[in-house]
């Protein structure tokens, strides 16, 4: 059974049935993707769906009908930017690389229509001693930490907060990567499956003319203030409204869908008299550090 709708397994049995039925165009009968995925030869029909049934509940992105297992396409690719909603989110973290590494602190921010609607803030029990440079760094202590809840006591909460809203964080790989190896420990096998986009790769295309991407450099470039800096939630609030003016520069350049936001940020933006809204170059990029 799915423990949340916006988680996505990353189980050997799944991936691979997944694998199966992209190669084969998206559905297979029951009884072939057993033998395939579980090496089980002339099960039968009903033992069959029965036990791809079990792999199915595993995942949204599969589903079953009759005899038939087949992909449910995502179509994040045209969600609309503007009636969607978003999660910005950070976390504070005792090091950079996960694992070892944990979360310290959580903060996430709802964003509807350009506006701040909803807010999500917590310290985290890491676990694990915070280095002292990342103390000095954030300005949390062991202490800080000591009584507050461990990630697996917010989990279900914060799942529930994010919804099926896009994710946006300012490096969104790095805050990305800690929130599916949090998630994997406590739901074993599992990610987040919601899109995302990052602040850092969409203000390169959209601001190539300011000195650097850093979060405190948008702020300033925006006007908006940021206190209590590599704070998650300072942080995530002053990404929250960097966010929202990004979301306007991509409007400015005819980008009205996910999919056209997504490649906008990692390819560059092509529009001329000849060329239509929605071409796409130029390499990636390297994310500038909050």
């Known amino acids: 059974m799915l423990p949340h709708p916006n988680l996505i397994s990353d189980s050997f049995l799944v991936n691979t049935t997944i694998d199966l039925l992209v190669s084969l165009g998206g559905s297979s009968p029951a009884i072939d993707v057993v033998e395939h995925v579980m090496s089980i030869r002339n099960a039968g029909e009903s033992l069959a769906c029965l036990l791809i ?48 590494c944990r979360v310290t602190e959580v903060g996430a921010y709802r964003v509807i229509n350009g506006e701040i609607v909803g807010e999500f803030h917590t310290l985290i029990n890491p676990e694990m001693p915070i280095p002292l440079f990342i103390s000095m760094l954030t300005g949390i202590s062991d202490e800080m930490v000591r009584t507050a809840p461990k990630f697996g006591e917010v ?17 969104a790989g790095f805050d990305l990567r800690f929130l599916d190896h949090e998630v994997g420990r406590v739901y074993e ?102």
């Open 155 to 171: 989990a279900a909460d914060l799942l529930a907060f994010i919804g099926d809203s896009v994710l946006v964080a300012h490096n």
């Open 189 to 290: 096998d599992y990610r987040v499956g919601n899109p995302s986009l990052c602040t850092v790769q969409l203000s390169r295309k959209l601001l190539p003319e300011i000195d650097n991407h850093k979060l405190k450099t948008l702020a300033q470039h925006f006007n908006v203030e940021l206190i209590n800096h590599h704070r998650a939630n300072a942080d995530a609030l002053a990404t929250a409204k960097v966010f929202i003016n990004l979301l306007e520069g991509l409007k400015e350049h005819g980008v009205r869908d996910l999919g056209s936001a997504q490649r906008f940020a990692r390819k560059g933006y092509v529009k001329t008299s000849t060329a239509p809204a929605g071409e796409f170059a130029e390499p990636g990029y390297q994310a500038d550090a909050a």
């Open 53 to 100: 049934s079990d792999v199915v509940d595993r995942d949204p992105r599969l589903s079953i009908e009759g005899n038939i297992v087949s992909l449910v396409e995502a179509d994040h690719e045209s969600i609309d930017l503007s009636e969607t909603g978003f999660v910005v989110f950070d976390f504070e973290t005792t090091g950079a690389k996960t694992p070892p």
